[in-house]
């Protein structure tokens, strides 16, 4: 490719939640997240996303928005210049097929983000002090601080692309090495990616958890029919950190977004619990009044 050349593509992070695991769509055995060119033909970006998507693994998709346009001149590892259009989708997790493709627990790139259990080991162990060994300006142990909750500042779930950015600054992350090949390998937890598609997967990371906070699209990850619990525990796992269950369940009845069946979930272990379903028209009524519906956690 020439030097001056410009191209294109349309990249997705297609988010499924399994068992209480947030999952990630990706092709090249876990190292990429789907990609393709845009074709002419097709009458919007989106719709040649949704296209070539479900073409490369047979993955329909449901809720999608635009997430992101990356043009950064260093961006690819080839000549010329790359412009990723990137989106962000929700789908029901399915067996998928073609390049590789497969589905991965985002935390598998991501560990530090999950805060479930509490703040995760290969925080203390590894993260932080080669961090703090390389934040040796003030500006730096501040940025340090306020990304990863130190110095008694609370962790934000929402700062995923920060903390990610920030570690590829201080050059802790297998990515930043590939241009520095006679650096010592400094990688710490969480498996890379090629180009930059573990910085797109981070922003979709942040973009998703930031938006349950004021719109309830965590029920596009939900089938039919589901528990209380169930909901719960999908909201847990894109947020990284634990609800308080009784508030957790006021706020869901406050905002009238769920009905029972009538029916029960027989498989919980113990007893049965009762099933519930989504009112989409609430939500459109919300979306029309932009109701704020904030995500109560303890």
Not at 188 to 211: E, N, Q, S, V, Y
Not at 255 to 284: C, I, W
Request: hydrophobic share 40%.
């Amino acid at each position: 490719m020439p030097q001056d050349s410009l191209s294109a593509e349309l990249i997705a992070v297609i988010v499924a939640v399994t068992g209480g695991d947030p999952r990630v769509l990706t092709i090249g055995r876990g190292t990429a997240l789907p990609s393709g060119s845009f074709e002419s033909g097709q009458r919007s970006l989106q719709a040649g996303l949704r296209t070539w998507v479900e073409r490369q693994t047979h993955q329909p998709l449901g809720y999608v928005e635009q997430l992101y346009t990356f043009a950064d001149s260093d961006r690819a590892e080839t000549e010329g210049r790359v412009i990723s259009i990137s989106y962000l989708a929700l789908a029901q997790e399915a067996r998928v097929s073609g390049e590789q493709a497969g589905w991965q627990s985002w935390y598998r790139y991501f560990p530090w983000e999950d805060h479930r259990a509490g703040p995760p080991a290969c925080l203390g162990d590894t993260i932080l002090p080669r961090l703090q060994a390389w934040a040796t300006s003030a500006a730096r142990r501040q940025r340090a601080a306020f990304t990863f909750g130190l110095d008694g500042r609370p962790w934000n779930e929402d700062l995923s692309l920060q903390r990610y950015e920030l570690l590829h600054e201080a050059g802790l992350v297998p990515e930043w090495l590939r241009r520095h090949p006679n650096v010592a390998d400094a990688k710490l937890p969480g498996d890379a990616m090629i180009l930059d598609h573990r910085r797109i997967l981070a922003t979709g990371i942040a973009r998703l958890r930031a938006k349950i906070k004021y719109r309830p699209v965590f029920f596009e990850l939900m089938p039919e029919t589901f528990t209380l619990l169930q909901l719960q525990r999908t909201v847990e796992a894109l947020a990284g950190r634990r609800l308080h269950k009784q508030n957790f369940r006021r706020l869901i009845d406050a905002q009238n977004l769920v009905e029972e069946t009538g029916a029960l979930a027989q498989d919980t272990g113990g007893r049965p619990a009762k099933l519930f379903r989504y009112r989409r028209d609430v939500q459109t009524e919300r979306a029309i009044a932009a109701t704020r519906l904030p995500l109560a956690r303890s």
